[in-house]
């Protein structure tokens, strides 16, 4: 499913495409995160025409309690039910039981865990989570892992990491032997963990690989540990997760943080920031991050950069969108979200750019210094 | 400004036409409400497009608190600020202040209140409201009025249409000698109260009409009374308001209000309804309401009206619909929001049509029943 087109002579990056029945995915590409169903106050029209996006992600723990498995299957899967024809990414649901659920038991067949809107009790276990995502009917599935939290000590971490690596091959196992339910092919991803040791992590990347699955992914980043921490376990898991293979960075981030991640040979990355920060009035743009409730705003009766395509950047003045953000009108968090995931795949298509034209080693230090600046 | 084009010859219903500044209003019509500077959930260029608002309506109580008339004087009025080119009407915030704000205090001169945001005390005088007004640039303006509680006494409904008069008559005078601060024309209405006494409402009607506004409103009415009552209400007052100004029923109401209405002679509706209650999961369409949350929806996996068009009716299945009300997804509020935006716009191109074919006293009764039927 992944062809890899070409190497970056002096970085990791990488330019690939991903095949899917429901379209190609030219990488390195960002996804942007639809938890339920809907990517928050987008709609689906509004991600092909303007945000452009290749790719969604949708939330399997969320899903699978609302509006449930049941409904999914009659509906012919989340393809159908949100009416969405491009290729979908689901994760396995693992996270957000860890982070989001109560009174959760973790066992060797699998994790019990209490719903968080109605308490009710629910298992997850390798088999069941491929299970729910062929009624999901996503292009790329993703095996359960337990993603531990930072900090943890070697020894959590290194028995976290076994569990998972025996998740994985059970998922492998349960994939193996269903068939996709809607008549489109579906792909599985495994998830190399190890927390913030390199010989766990490189013992993750190597037992993943060794498993085969279409693609692999990184998990256990972004949980609180310092920015450093993050690209240099990355740039080091990289080294030992196949070349030939696409490589996710799951929940990872900030457009820094994307810009970095190619740099060290990341193919796919998710995030709910664009979306999440643009409800909050934290907007990311092509010249730094503005925070939209900052009172500079009020008085800027101007655009902020005429020639980006959105609302946002070129049709509506600063001074009207602080005083959308600042009221909590739903049209100032409409915007402000279309205007984070445009540019979030605006920068992802640069990327690629600059890869095909062999100039990102030069462009990216720069971008990264412009994108992060405070507005 | 306004020009009647027919009457309908079994009902009081009319064809007319106001011409602003901004463009024309084909008549009858209903204002989507913009209290915020932004009809809730609904993007500008959708109102054009898809709803096809002739006018919006935006509420000086709201604007004049925030962003104020400063900020609000700097962008150049309300169409800049909010880059609506069409024609808008403003409230007085007369309503606001008796409806919302804490501690106000009633007196000849005005209305002393407290902030509902922040506490903060203001006063609103019929000569202060004109001048917000200015700066809101919007080109039909309303007069302070106070719009008594249903039920009033009669001789609090006469007092309080006493200073309503009286308020009408400073307000014509500010108009009078006061400028547009942007270049366009802008008009002014008056509004008659007088509660649910016919001699008052007719004693209303008259003096209103005596100061010679631009248009005359109908106040005080869709306050709580009974719906018998206000048709009853609206019927006989439009007997006494001049037949070449336009009638406009302030804050009214469902499709079966509207259609109501229109039989009654009135021209003009504005209502938070359609979008308040799109919000909340209350769709209006062509063949009755609907109550998303409804648990009968939640495995209906068919579109409600593949021949309307919205994405409401025709893209979404109503299980995707009730799962993203569930959810209180903003998509949900969104796509219900155009919905019912566009249904009521529609109704009232409906009823235009009906009225020019002469048609419709025998269409309006069977369509009541059925934008009244519960699906």
Redo the contacts between chains.
């Keep these: 499913m992944f062809q890899l087109l070409s190497n970056d002579s002096k970085t990791k990056a990488r330019l690939g495409r991903l095949t899917t029945d429901h379209g190609i995915i030219e990488t390195p590409i960002f996804m942007p995160v639809g938890t339920?169903?809907?990517v928050?106050?987008?709609?689906q029209?509004q991600l092909v025409d303007q945000v452009k996006a290749q790719i969604i992600l949708g939330n399997t723990y969320h899903l699978y309690l609302?509006?449930g498995n049941s409904?999914m299957r009659?509906?012919?899967g989340l393809h159908q039910?949100?009416?969405w024809d491009r290729p979908i990414l689901t994760d396995s649901g693992g996270y957000q039981v860890f982070s989001l659920s109560g009174n959760r038991k973790l066992e060797e067949r699998g994790v019990t865990f209490k719903s968080h809107l109605d308490g009710s009790k629910h298992q997850f276990t390798p088999e069941s989570v491929v299970e729910t995502e062929r009624v999901l009917g996503s292009d790329i599935m993703m095996v359960l892992d337990e993603c531990p939290p930072y900090p943890s000590t070697y020894e959590y971490a290194l028995n976290s990491m076994k569990l998972t690596h025996r998740w994985a091959a059970r998922c492998k196992k349960a994939f193996d032997e269903s068939e996709p339910l809607y008549g489109h092919r579906q792909f599985l991803f495994g998830i190399a963990q190890g927390s913030t040791y390199k010989d766990l992590r490189q013992a993750s990347a190597e037992a993943i690989a060794e498993l085969d699955f279409d693609g692999n992914a990184i998990g256990g980043l972004s949980v609180g540990e310092p920015n450093e921490l993050m690209y240099e376990m990355t740039d080091h898991i990289t080294d030992f997760l196949p070349a030939e293979k696409a490589r996710y960075l799951m929940g990872v981030g900030t457009p820094a943080d994307l810009i970095h991640g190619v740099a060290r040979g990341v193919d796919m990355f998710d995030c709910v920031m664009p979306t999440r920060n643009a409800r909050n009035g934290t907007v990311f743009t092509r010249n730094g991050i503005v925070n939209l409730r900052n009172a500079k705003w009020?008085?800027h009766?101007e655009v902020l950069d005429e020639s980006f395509p959105t609302?946002f950047s070129s049709?509506?003045?600063m001074?009207?969108l602080h005083?959308?953000v600042?009221?909590n009108?739903?049209?100032?968090?409409?915007?402000a979200s279309l205007q984070n995931l445009t540019f979030y795949l605006w920068l992802m298509a640069e990327i690629r750019e600059q890869l095909a034209a062999g100039t990102f080693h030069s462009w990216y230090k720069p971008m990264i210094e412009r994108v992060t600046t405070r507005l």
Tied chains: 1, 2.
């Design positions: 339920l169903a809907t928050k106050a987008v709609e029209q609302r509006p409904i009659e509906a012919g039910f949100m009416k009020k008085n009766h609302d049709k509506y003045t001074a009207y005083h959308l600042r009221c009108e739903i049209l100032g968090m409409t915007l």
